[in-house]
């Protein structure tokens, strides 16, 4: 009996410590207070003793628990003899205290910079940083006492409104200005130029340049203008941080874009990239072509329909699937009964990105090809035939060098889409595996390269440069290609 | 006709019986290099397999494909112990492929490695052991069975190359529709698995959620303002603007066009950067206005040759005899061209509407706030790389993409062809 009493007691004075422990008894947030940060203000009933530790708790729901939130901060009560103490605005998130008067204190800091407040403190008001912006947080703030026991405040939520951009106040006035000065000198150059039919007599087109007006005008200030500014940006110094005030630094951004560690890497691999993809489009557009190219082909218009769905289809969509059919767990390595992670591994992953667009690409060539098929003469096909001329020598010599006009124009368009065909590898592998931090990745093409250059790292000077660079290289590749197939369809 | 004439009666019938190998021996000859390298595709998924023993089996069915390919190029008349030697190769290879597949694990992929292994070889004893190729290979037929072969074959070799056809086709269609197959059972089963046989479990969980999910609408509504917008826009440019090209001859017509040709052929990476910059001085970052003039002026040049192409089929006389009753330009544009070329002009406008939904690269660099997302980059996002919702992807995708492929499908003739004459001729 004594025994079972001496225990009573004994839990009694266990227990004790709890009851008169602090607890924190209004939390207020006053919200943004800065770059994805909140205020948070807490008192505590009592003065707070030694060795009691205040958590802070946040979560995306209200908190009930701390088991279905997170631990955000901590706030010691101790002894802050020998500790820092750093003013205000000198530590990255401020944290004050109180002892009960008007005066708040910077809090006193552990070498690892847990905030130590001095016992008695009754009031605490700390920046919680990191928080994601525009996104409501609910918070919350655990007292643990010496004892062991722990109270949980109420939860109250807050959120960090402030944009993750830095704001850049860029002056509008010289974009506005030269806007205007092109739309102008376009009305007048119409102007001019109807007054000029008119004195000849021409009036039958007396609204001819009104009906192109608009169009001449969007695609100057909308195209062209564009342009320019890129090529002037090249020679600048224009990036993320001081835009508006760039000074012309000449060919530097041209030797940063020459002198990239793996320049030759990525415009080697865009090549390969575009000239694979463009010889398996055109070989396999052929193959489906002629293969489609019969009239008593049964289900014809249901193959050609079927075939036609990688075109149909949003590219975006089907690059997506596909990345996630090649996913270590994806329908790929159940279909082929393989272990393969191939986006992980970097020639895998350029092979696997070559196939996707492939398989993306077909369809526009399949088309285009039937529609040059049909157009070639039927009484050549039957001479041929009565001829005894085998299937394939008629594929070589009457079909082949019939097609050649066709087939020159819509291989140079395929190389120059191909080219610049973002999506596939953005979506895919975003340039990875290997990605570096100051070159391209082992899957980066010039265009996805220069994505990078100028919205991760906002150098945007470079990365005009870099596009000037790419135009270039599509132009001398697009001359000499024409200027060979031209000669050599001047020998046949 | 005379030369050919006198040629033909030079041959000695004997040369014209030589001449004559029947079809099924010459699709044969064409088959067996495709068997050979699918083999070696077999190989290679073998390998990839890390399964010894199936690389073995498979590389025995490559050499014996090879050996019955050389066979098959020996055989000619006369020749009844070659023939002979393929039915029993092909037989040993039927053999060989069951062995393989009679055990180890049955998925897709195996199925169509087992028809290519059966098959051919079933086709090859079939084929050679017909009357009219041991005839053949026996050497004793006559002139006449010669000749009527010759007219068979051309028969046969016609229903031959519809099977050629149809299997190429077959294989491109089973590559085309896999993934989309895939996508379909992602969608309806529960979970984010993407593993898994088809169609085991079906649910709907992912449309329910994707549907009752906000951001999704949001999205629609964004896209469906920019696509809208652009098409509205681009066609308040383009109409005008190929209706003069098709009609009038003014000074400075050509630079004008030619200039129109130089912005399709200009790769849209040299202008990104700039684009940006001036969309963002300007305040158009994270708007819709930003997003359709961009996409507009984008699509111009195509639409303009699309519609100066079908403006250039209205015959010139109407409009001519509308001048003489009395009609000014601008009321023979709205009131006869502009009623004529209707079905031209929803097709231009389908096509930028689609080349406004579809895109993605402008829209993601542009609209970086959540809520002005189109549907390209919302959608893409859902796969980012802190949560991979496969399933709510595959649902949304479908139900975007669904309108998009019928649209595109019911006019893929009309789209088609506006797109090469705007793009190939031009």
Request: a negative charge.
């Amino acid at each position: 009996m004594n025994r079972v009493f001496l225990i009573a007691i004994f839990s009694f004075l266990l227990l004790l410590p709890i009851s008169h422990a602090s607890e924190v008894t209004s939390l207020e947030s006053d919200g943004d207070v800065g770059y994805r940060q909140v205020g948070l203000m807490w008192s505590t009933d009592i003065p707070s003793e030694e060795g009691t530790i205040f958590e802070v708790w946040i979560s995306n729901e209200t908190i009930i628990e701390i088991s279905n939130a997170t631990k955000h901060s901590l706030v010691r009560v101790g002894n802050v003899s020998n500790l820092l103490q750093p003013g205000i605005g000198e530590w990255y998130d401020d944290c004050q205290y109180s002892i009960g008067d008007e005066n708040w204190n910077p809090v006193y800091r552990e070498l690892d910079g847990t905030a130590v407040i001095p016992p008695g403190a009754i009031g605490v008001n700390c920046t919680l940083s990191g928080i994601s912006s525009g996104l409501e947080i609910h918070i919350a703030v655990l007292s643990i006492n010496p004892s062991g026991g722990s109270i949980l405040s109420s939860s109250i939520s807050s959120s960090s409104t402030s944009s993750d951009e830095e704001i850049i106040v860029i002056e509008t006035s010289p974009y506005i200005f030269a806007i205007g000065s092109i739309a102008l000198s376009i009305f007048i150059l119409l102007f001019v130029l109807r007054w000029m039919d008119y004195r000849e007599g021409r009036t039958t087109s007396r609204f001819a340049h009104l009906y192109i007006a608009p169009a001449i005008l969007a695609l100057s200030v909308l195209t062209f203008y564009p342009v320019l500014y890129g090529i002037w940006l090249s020679f600048t110094n224009a990036d993320q941080s001081h835009l508006g005030d760039q000074s012309i630094i000449g060919f530097d951004n041209f030797i940063t874009v020459i002198s990239t560690s793996g320049f030759l890497r990525v415009t080697g691999f865009t090549l390969v990239w575009s000239v694979v993809n463009v010889v398996a489009h055109i070989g396999f557009g052929l193959l489906l072509a002629i293969a489609l190219n019969s009239n008593d082909l049964r289900g014809r218009s249901a193959y050609r329909t079927a075939l036609l769905l990688p075109w149909a289809i949003p590219s975006y969509i089907s690059v997506l699937v596909w990345r996630g059919l090649y996913e270590p767990t994806g329908a790929l390595n159940d279909f082929l009964g393989t272990d393969l992670n191939l986006l992980a591994d970097p020639n895998g992953a350029k092979i696997v990105v070559i196939l996707v667009n492939i398989w993306l690409g077909i369809p526009f060539m399949m088309m285009s090809i039937s529609g040059a098929l049909q157009a070639l003469p039927k009484d050549m096909y039957e001479a041929a035939e009565v001829d005894g001329i085998s299937n394939f020598s008629r594929f070589r010599y009457l079909t082949l060098p019939n097609l050649k006009s066709a087939l020159v124009p819509l291989s140079l368009l395929g190389f120059i889409w191909t080219f610049n065909m973002f999506n596939v590898i953005y979506l895919m592998t975003d340039g990875g595996p290997n990605l570096d931090f100051d070159g391209p990745g082992s899957t980066d093409i010039l265009i996805t390269y220069v994505y990078d250059v100028a919205f991760r790292d906002g150098a945007y000077g470079v990365a005009a440069a870099w596009s000037v660079v790419i135009f270039l290289m599509l132009v001398v590749f697009s001359w000499t290609y024409m200027k060979k197939t031209n000669a050599t369809e001047a020998v046949t | 006709m005379i030369s050919t004439k006198t040629v033909a009666t030079e041959i000695h019938d004997d040369l014209a019986s030589r001449w004559y190998v029947p079809a099924e021996v010459e699709s044969l000859r064409k088959l067996y290099p495709i068997v050979v390298l699918i083999n070696f595709v077999s190989l290679g998924i073998f390998v990839l397999r890390n399964d010894s023993e199936s690389i073995f089996s498979s590389s025995m069915q490559i050499v014996v494909s090879i050996v019955i390919l050389f066979l098959l190029s020996k055989l000619d008349q006369g020749q009844r112990f070659i023939r002979d030697g393929v039915i029993a190769i092909s037989g040993l290879t039927i053999l060989l492929s069951v062995l393989q597949f009679s055990s180890g694990p049955q998925i897709i992929i195996d199925y169509w490695m087992m028809l290519w292994t059966t098959i051919p070889p079933l086709l090859v004893i079939y084929s050679v052991s017909k009357p009219i190729v041991t005839l053949w290979a026996s050497g004793n037929q006559t002139v006449r069975s010669a000749e009527l072969g010759l007219f068979r074959n051309r028969k046969v070799s016609r229903i031959h190359g519809m099977i050629f056809r149809h299997i190429a086709l077959l294989h491109a269609v089973g590559f085309v529709v896999l993934p989309i197959l895939w996508i379909i059972d992602v969608a309806v089963s529960p979970g984010n698995s993407l593993g898994g046989d088809f169609f085991d479990a079906m649910t709907l969980e992912h449309f329910n959620h994707i549907l009752s999910s906000e951001s999704f609408w949001i999205w629609t509504r964004n896209s469906i303002i920019v696509s809208v917008g652009t098409t509205l826009l681009g066609l308040a440019l383009a109409i005008p603007a190929g209706y003069a090209f098709s009609r009038f001859k003014f000074r400075g017509r050509d630079f004008a066009m030619f200039s129109f040709l130089l912005v399709q052929m200009f790769p849209g990476v040299i202008i990104l950067v700039p684009y940006f910059l001036v969309m963002k001085a300007l305040g158009l970052l994270n708007t819709s206005i930003g997003l359709i003039l961009a996409y507009s002026v984008t699509a111009l040049p195509l639409c303009v040759w699309m519609l100066k192409g079908f403006f250039d089929t209205v015959p010139k006389e109407l409009e001519e005899a509308a001048l003489v009753d009395g009609c000014n330009q601008n009321q023979v544009f709205w009131r006869i061209i502009l009623p004529l070329s209707l079905p031209a002009v929803a097709v231009t406008a389908l096509f930028s509407f689609l080349a406004a939904w579809n895109e993605f690269l402008l829209a993601l660099t542009f609209n970086t706030s959540e809520e002005m997302y189109t549907l390209p980059v919302g959608l893409a996002s859902l796969i980012s790389s802190t949560g991979q919702a496969w399933g709510d992807f595959a649902a949304a995708s479908l139900l975007v993409s669904l309108p998009v492929v019928v649209l595109f499908i019911a006019f893929q003739r009309f789209l088609i062809e506006g797109l090469s004459a705007g793009g190939v001729k031009g």
